[in-house]
């Protein structure tokens, strides 16, 4: 149950609304949580000042900005990722290159040098 306010009072929370918006730059749906008022409430109060269309188009570029940033970072990490997983990849089919030509050679080999090949079916407890 939301409580009426008085006029006097109404006065004060545009004023608070103006502030959080134009100066502090909050979001409208942070302001009607902190203020308690209404999303419609705050939207008609902020549209009615002058500075509404400056600020709008203002906050749309930072945003603009920021997208670009966060896509140009989210890229370089992935491709960071991926240059890593061919690495590992490469890595990998070294050591397989190596073990086929250790086991190719058909020689007998004692109990040490085969844990030492297929030292991933060993787990030291």
């Known amino acids: 149950m939301r409580k009426i306010k008085h006029k006097l009072d109404s006065r004060g929370t545009k004023d608070k609304i103006i502030e959080l918006f134009f100066t502090k730059h909050l979001k409208p749906v942070n302001i009607a949580k902190k203020l308690n008022v209404g999303m419609p409430y705050i939207t008609k109060i902020i549209q009615k000042d002058s500075r509404y269309i400056r600020e709008k188009e203002t906050r749309r570029q930072e945003n603009k900005e920021k997208n670009k940033t966060q896509k140009r970072i989210y ?17 990998l089919l070294v050591q397989i290159n190596r073990d086929n030509e250790y086991l190719s ?17 060993y787990v030291v407890i």
């Open 75 to 91: 890229a370089q990490n992935r491709r960071k990722k991926e240059k890593e997983e061919k690495q590992e990849y490469q890595k």
């Open 105 to 121: 050679t058909k020689k007998k080999e004692n109990d040490l040098q085969f844990v030492n090949c297929n030292r991933s079916a």
